[in-house]
């Protein structure tokens, strides 16, 4: 019977949408639209009705019946409707925002809507029926990620003491990057709770950001250059502190790995490799001293550009908790990050230019002003359980659905508009194939909330392409196009059968 319920209230959504987006239809041509929409409206609503009353009468027969036809029927109808859906659509280029205004009527009646808190009956039954499809997560992500939060902090708080008057780098408050700190992982149980920990130079020491020689953007060969400052005043001020670039020589030879340059460095440059086997086996002999240490047992797994970190309780329940290195580039929120780069072999004096804190501050941007449901999170928590396989990865379609929840109003991410969001972020998808062209949602990108600090690069940047790939290898285009319609059909799958 869900099948059934599912496949009429999809295709009242569907009817309803090309009076939504038909932005440029004439006014006489809109109000039939709206008409015989209605008139559907109330078909499908007394069709749904009966079904429901007579489920029992004839529910063992039509289930039968369903599994010789039931597959090519429901492609059939999708696909009729999803084109005629594509074929009004493509006449506009912004995605569908039922928020905006499209004719004073149809303002009026969701503004009224609005006011009113009103959900009809079909919109409840169809959020219900989606919810048995896919398993939503969010408020145990939510939960996660505040306990990961409490123990990574307790952890550099211990860390931090201990290093208070050393030459190591000095550990800043860890930021929550990744699918589990922005809300949408679909991983549950396993999922990898990702945090970069900012490091800022000792006394003595200057950080010095070099960003490459490629021109790449983001850079990905960008290293971290140390150098020896003078400290000759503050040395008359405080006891048992050295000027690295004035003490004896013959001082400073009996222990070398006093200066950082003597021991996270490979040559004059921050070495990723050193620095995370330091940071490491300070967690070790730290873990006794944490008071979640009685929770959990502790084990650091293997890793030569972070820290990972798997937490057992009593129970068997497993967390895995992931710290990556981060070099902030002046006040921004870009930093250079020691996590792994495509590259099969990167050099251990090698960070990457990372906009993962600029991505998880927009993602707390946005969760300030949608809707309760967070309805962004599940479109992109859906995404991320039917990629494999495919061409695209969850990069791709967290880029398309940043565009889109930058431009579509906040209001218009609720519940009862889901099945036009999820159409908006594949039409999105689909036109950025057919043009090989994505941008990047970080350069040259001049509708940026105004909380999220980009260096000046970023910002007078010409926008990048992401599909570049696409334009340079027509064998790879084609192969997209095919994995899309894979991606159609395995959204459907889950949608009406939950896998």
């Known amino acids: 019977m869900d099948v059934i319920e599912f496949l009429v209230i ?66 059939g109808v999708l696909v009729l409707l999803f084109g005629l859906c594509w074929r009004l659509r493509k006449s506009s280029p912004q995605p569908a925002r039922s928020g905006e205004e499209t004719t004073s009527g149809s303002t009026t009646e969701h503004e009224e809507d ?53 030459f190591f780098p000095v550990l800043q408050p860890a930021i929550g990057v990744g699918s589990a700190f922005e809300g949408w992982s679909a991983r549950g149980r396993d999922a990898v709770y990702r945090l970069l920990v900012p490091l800022k130079p000792p006394s003595g020491h200057a950080f010095h950001l070099e960003l490459g020689t490629g021109g790449e953007m983001p850079a990905k060969d960008c290293r971290v250059r140390v150098e020896l400052e003078c400290t000759c005043t503050r040395e008359q001020l405080v006891e048992n502190t050295w000027c690295f670039l004035h003490h004896p ?47 959990y047992s502790m084990e650091v797994r293997p890793s030569s550009r972070s820290c990972m970190l798997q937490l057992t309780t009593a129970s068997g329940r ?19 990050s020691s996590q792994t780069t495509e590259a099969s072999f990167t050099p251990s004096t090698t960070w990457a230019e990372s906009c993962a804190v600029a991505e998880a501050k927009f993602f707390r941007h946005m969760a300030r002003q949608a809707p309760h449901e967070a309805l962004h999170l599940k479109c992109l ?46 039409w999105y998808l689909r036109g950025c194939l057919e043009e090989k062209h994505l941008k990047h949602f970080f350069f040259g990108n001049e509708n940026m909330p105004e909380d999220i600090i980009l260096p000046t690069a970023f910002q007078t940047a010409e926008p990048l392409n992401l599909f570049q790939h696409l334009v340079q290898d027509p064998a790879a285009h084609n192969q997209a196009m095919r994995d899309f319609d894979e991606l159609q059909d395995r959204l459907t799958r889950l949608l009406f059968y939950g896998q």
């Not at 409840?124 to 145990?140: D, E, N, T, Y």
């Not at 490979?266 to 240490?293: C, I």
């Not at 497993?318 to 981060?326: H, I, N, P, Q, Y």
């Not at 990865?393 to 565009?403: C, I």
């Open 10 to 75: 999809i295709v009242q959504s569907l009817i309803q949408l090309p009076w939504k987006v038909g932005d440029e239809l004439d006014e006489a041509t809109r109000e039939r639209m709206q008409q015989r929409a209605e008139q559907l409206r109330r078909e499908m609503t007394r069709l749904l009705q009966e079904l429901e009353q007579s489920a029992f009468a004839w529910g063992d027969l039509l289930f039968a019946a369903l599994q010789q036809w039931h597959l090519w029927a429901v492609v």
């Open 381 to 426: 928590q859906l995404f991320d359980g039917i990629l494999v396989g495919t061409v695209f990865s969850m990069s791709n379609l967290k880029t398309v659905a940043m565009h889109l929840l930058n431009t579509i109003p906040p209001e218009s991410w609720s519940r009862r508009e889901f099945l036009v969001r999820l159409q908006d972020i594949l």
């Open 318 to 336: 497993r967390l895995f908790v992931e710290m990556v290195f981060g070099v902030q580039q002046g006040d921004s929120d870009i930093f250079l």
């Open 249 to 295: 020589k013959e001082e400073l030879s009996r222990n070398p790995a006093a200066s950082l340059l003597g021991s996270l460095c490979t040559g004059s440059y921050l070495d990723v490799q050193k620095t995370a086997h330091w940071f490491q086996n300070l967690v070790r002999s730290a873990w006794e001293e944490m008071p979640q240490s009685h929770r």
């Open 114 to 166: 609005q006011s009113e808190g009103h959900e009809s009956d079909d919109e409840r039954r169809l959020f219900r029926i989606f919810a048995k499809r896919v398993q939503w997560s969010v408020k145990s992500l939510a939960y996660r990620t505040r306990v990961v939060e409490v123990l990574v902090g307790d952890l550099l708080a211990v860390l931090q003491e201990r290093l208070a008057t050393s």
